[in-house]
């Protein structure tokens, strides 16, 4: 049984002071999802990281949206690995359309990070997701399938066995353009099928979550899909009457 999963991306959004006061707030909603066997979490900028793992609650995920895959070294305005470690930052988002569209983040970078993710026992979260021009040229599965092949080569099974795959169609990132219901779980399915070719049956422990425009009003009726784990949610996920919504309305 794969538990839920709703993570917030905060992306280049809030101050520490601001991220100290949602952490502070979320601690009530970190207990209610941890009695309703949902996994909760933020992804706050790097500078916030901090301050958000000390004031909220332990139970609540605290997720870096980057990491360079070296240890160390000349890569100025990058974070590593045991940098991330030290404050027992243990997830990462991987791959974000926008790290891909605006920091040349290609399947192979990912591919290296999630590697270094995973041997330092850590929890990448792949994000995949076609483009609009991909969308209407009917090339989705070409895309994901792709970026999933090709994010994930050369793992194992027992690898993979924590990784998230989160979907993102990018038109609909950031845009209130909402995927249908049946394109999430289709693609969503897709992703799942092509991870029991690469993996075989340790597919069905690996979680895959939708993102795109996801708000209180619709995260139901993602999350009813058979292949939706969970929601990996940006703009919605900021403010923490509309996060305890995201929250509410799955419980
Ligand atoms: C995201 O940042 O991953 C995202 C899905 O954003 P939004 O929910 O704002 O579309």
């Not at 991870?195 to 209180?216: C, H, M, N, Q, T």
Request: proline share 2%; with cysteine; glycine share 6%.
């Amino acid at each position: 049984m794969r538990r839920k999963l709703l993570l917030g991306n905060w992306k280049m959004n809030k101050t520490s002071a601001e991220a100290k006061e949602f952490a502070l707030q979320s601690r009530p909603l970190a207990e209610k999802a941890k009695l309703n066997n949902i996994d909760l979490g933020v992804a706050p900028t790097n500078l916030s990281l901090a301050t958000v793992k000390e004031n909220a609650s332990k139970d609540m995920i605290v997720s870096a949206q980057n990491v360079h895959f070296k240890e160390s070294g000349a890569f100025t305005g990058e974070v590593s690995i045991p940098m991330l470690k030290e404050f027992n930052i243990d997830w990462v988002l991987i791959g974000h359309s926008e790290r891909r569209a605006y920091d040349n983040e290609t399947n192979e970078k990912c591919n290296l990070k999630i590697k270094a993710l995973i041997a330092n026992d850590m929890v990448p979260v792949y994000c995949v997701g076609e483009t609009l021009d991909e969308f209407d040229a009917g090339k989705t599965k070409d895309v994901v399938g792709k970026q999933v092949r090709e994010g994930l080569k050369d793992l194992t099974k027992d690898d993979v066995k924590k990784l998230v795959v989160a979907y993102e169609p990018v038109w609909s990132i950031g845009t209130g353009k909402n995927a249908s219901t049946d394109i999430a779980q289709d693609v969503c399915k897709f992703v799942r099928d092509v991870l029991k070719e690469l993996f075989g049956e340790v597919a069905d422990e690996i979680r895959v979550l939708y993102g795109g425009s996801v708000k209180p009003d619709n995260i139901k009726a993602y999350l009813s899909c058979k292949d939706v784990d969970g929601a990996l949610v940006g703009g919605a996920s900021l403010k923490i009457d509309s996060y305890e919504a995201l929250l509410n309305n799955i419980l």
